[in-house]
């Protein structure tokens, strides 16, 4: 079980090589094909039946062949055609029918027995005139019709030994064959007896001689049966294909010669011919020697030559195999063997270790091997084996088994199945590899591919994959065939260019070409099968598609954010376009405001001056021409109504313009504002009256222009309304808290009652006649106006004949 | 002391303050000979002795006082010609103008006014106004000589 396995390209050659040395010629081959015994048993077969019809029809010549020879008898005919169909039948056809040659061989053994026994009983079975009748006294005939009693033992012979070719056992075949030379030297000797008119060589003393053309048979008979299994028993020295066959196929045919060279010199003596004398006879014992010695010595060196080629091919083969081992062993192949004819399997070590079982030199590999399949793969994988066995394919194959602990592996085979001459198969050998990790990553790459497949294939968003050189398709996801309206097979036949509406593909196009792959980022409009364009938020990835550069594209549809995205600009546009009118609009009615403004003082102004102009002519002219006291009542009323009118406008105009004007904060010191507005005062007695008591006052940020015009205000205000009283005392403070400043005017003047505190701040609102106190009734509304401009508050407080204060807030 | 305006032009469109304007001049005996011009045209046919005015008294006007608000040339225009012109760019103007806009002032002295005066409101101030420009320009200023 542990041969040492060849599966090696060196090995063949060497195979080859020696199988030339060692190959015989043509004509062996011609025997060892069976067609030889096929041709003799042929002959046999014509020249019986010929015989038989020469009975059945008197032809003496064919009977005899001379009528001085002993005939053929019917029976032998008979017999010789029995025992040529059983050659026919083992030489030519199936096994099937071995069993009617031994039948027939089998009869004309029975026949032969049947005449030995008349023979030697010397009774007549009446065997020997049965189909025809031969007349009394022919030649050399014992009892008319009754075949030669060596021709008897003949048909013994070649029935035994036909009948026992067949048979399984070893010395089957060598006794049939040993059986078979022995009447093949029989009838030698019988034909060597007619051409050397030797009769005791082919009749038994006082038998029947056997005839010419039967000896001829009985050779050609013996030599058929003799060469039907030449491969097989003794005839397998001559035709071994090695160089014991060599040596006997040199050897022997020369040994055959010698009998028939001392038969030959035996009649020289007897002849008295050239060879009689001793020295010719020592001459020619000398001569065979030489030649014998001379053909040992050439055959010896050939063999030897031989062997030396042979010793060097083994050689070879076994480095070869030393070389094989080492790999096999390097690597983890495992290797096996199995020899068809002895259904036997031989294993390397690692198969053991692939099958997980120890090697311990007495298992049953081929049960182990069997029994290992995976159940599901068993049934395959011997199909598949008796495949390559019956039908010669190269075994190739991938399985599963299950090891003693249970575990799964992948293993893969690769076999060869190795062949003899007749073509038939003997031994497959190969090589098996452990492919478990493959399988597994496989596997895994395939769920992975899956996965990934899955996620391609069934993402909710449009992707797929561009070829970069061509811009073709090539492949989509099921999302992008729904989403656009193209078929699959659509796609594959668009490019990139396809995709997009007609204008866009230039700037597509040169997007490409300059290969910024930046560019690929971004919104882009793309066209649906059915016309509708839409926004596609693309982006764009390179990847290495089966070996191609490619882009993996996922499309995003964004049409409704770049709607909206749109609508929203146009509408912020059509804002701003509203915002520029109204401001516009705004300016132009400020322009208009202030340019109303503007003549209503002007314009008015001059009437004004005018009427106080006149009316001063008048009371000049009135003095003269003598004028009374209502005259001078009305004038006066005249003349204080324009003034009225004057400061009014002036009020107004202020008013307005204040209304206009941009708060310009800065840090300002009150205190020095205050300080400023008090000193301003021309009116110095004013000043001087009245106790002025004014606090610290802080720097905050506010316009400083404005916030006078507020003190002015106030301050007036309070002078204004305490005029009447002896001591006029005005405070000037602030508050402060986190929010804001909180600034007050407080004065000792008229006061006035809470109940009418809202209307203070109002335009030209007053809660006193303008009798008793002068006024427009606009200052308040002005520091209304100043302190709203810088996010203030305006307030007051006051009770009626004692005093107020005024409140304003400045936010931090 | 002498009365150095000898010949006075006032462009003035309105009635009444020329009236009230000539009043005060007459009253105080501040200019010998009074001119007067009702719109910027007839201004500018006076100063330059053209139109309806070119059989007038020879010799430019000592000083003139000038109305902004002025129907045909408005007052800037005229003295904008007054001043471009060699022979009559020396003479003292006074803007006399009830506009106080920063503008016209802005203006006024870039074409070269000598003064601008916004007439007040209430007339006792317009009177002194006028008053003390006439004295000023009468009696104090040195006017510029012919050449």
Known sequence: MNKRIITNGDTRTNKWQLQKLTDFSSIYQFVVSYKLSLFLSVFVIGVGLLVIAGWFFDWPLIKSLSPRFVSMKFNTALCFLFSGLAVFIFSFSKEKYYKYARLLAGLASIIGVLTLLEYSFQVNFGIDQMFVREAEGAVDTFSPGRMAFNTAVGFLLVGISLIIIDLRAWFATVASQLISLVVTFISMFSILGYVLSIPELFRFPGFSGMALHTSVLFFTVSLGTLFLYPHKGVLSVIFMKNLGGYMSRRLLPLLMLIPFIYIWLQLEWITGGFFRSILALQLLSAGIICVFIFMVWKIANRVGKLEENYMKAVENISEANERFTLAVKASDLGVWDWDIESDTVFWNRNMFAFYGIEEKGEEDIRKIWIDSFHPEDREEQQALAQDAVAFGRDYEAEYRIIRADGSVRYLKNIGEVLRDKANIPYRITGITFDVTEQKLTQKKLKESEGKYRYLFEENPVPIWIIDEGELTFLEVNRSAVKHYGYTEDEFYRMTYKDIRPKEDVDLALSMLRTGDISKHQGVWRHLKRNGEIIYVDVKGHKINYSGKPARLVICNDVTLQKEAEIKARLLSKELEERVKERTQELFESNKELESFAYSVSHDLRAPLRHVIGFAQKLERHLQYTGSSSETDRLMTKIKDSATKLGQLIDELLTFSRLGRADVNKSQIRIEQIVHEVINDYTIQYVKDKVEWNIQELPEIEADAVLLKSVYQNLINNSLKFSNKKEKIRIDVGYEENDKAYIFFVKDNGAGFSMEYADKLFGVFQRLHKSEDFSGTGIGLATVRRIIKKHGGKTWAEGQEGNGATFYFSVPK | ?147
């Open chain 2, 1 to 147: 002391m002498e009365i150095r305006l000898k010949h006075v032009l006032v462009v003035e469109d309105s009635e009444n303050d020329l009236e009230l304007m000539l009043d005060v001049l007459e009253e105080h005996k501040l200019a010998n000979k009074i001119a007067v011009a009702r719109d910027g045209a007839e201004a500018l046919a006076y100063i330059f002795k053209s139109g309806k005015w070119k059989d007038r008294e020879s010799g430019n006007p000592t000083l003139i006082l000038l109305d902004l608000k002025l129907p045909k040339r408005n007052g800037l225009e005229v003295l904008k010609e007054i001043r471009g012109n060699e022979l009559t760019a020396n003479i003292p103007v006074v803007i006399l103008t009830s506009s106080k806009e920063e503008q016209d002032v802005y203006e006024g002295y870039r074409l070269g006014t000598n003064a601008y005066v916004v007439k007040p409101v209430g007339f006792d101030d317009f009177a002194r106004a006028v008053k003390t420009l006439g004295i000023f320009w009468a009696l104090i200023n040195q006017p510029p000589g012919n050449k």
